[in-house]
């Protein structure tokens, strides 16, 4: 028997700002029947194309120290440079930069998002096959 992740959930200060910010970023989409309003405590958003959802649930403490998870997100056309300029134009902060770490066309870029929830950006599937 094995267990299977029925969505990833995001500690946050406001639900509804970050799971706004984060459907902008993914092309997610609220769940049918059960839109995301401010105020609410707990938003989930999926990906139409795959059903991954994410929750974000308000808590009373801030975030400190380095996540434990992350996400890693790979681009679904474009290149990763091109994703970063655009989340970083979007209100992402870099907080570090691994291009080239083993070799030319290498690495990825880690940024943050507005709570500084730290996730990765990987190079496109077209990017690793050319």
Partial sequence: MTAFVAHTTIDCRNAYELSEW???VLGYVDLDGDP??????ECMIRDPETGHRLLFI??????????RLHLDLRPRSGTRDAE????LAHGAVQVADLRGL???????????????????????EGELAG
């Fill in 84 to 87: 970063v300029e655009r989340l």
């Fill in 58 to 67: 308000e808590v009373p403490e801030e975030k400190v120290g380095k996540n």
């Fill in 36 to 41: 995301n309003l401010p105020g609410h405590e």
């Fill in 22 to 24: 984060w459907k902008r």
């Fill in 102 to 124: 083993h070799g030319p066309g290498t690495g990825w870029v880690v940024l943050a998002d507005p709570e500084g929830n730290e996730f990765c950006i990987l190079r496109s």
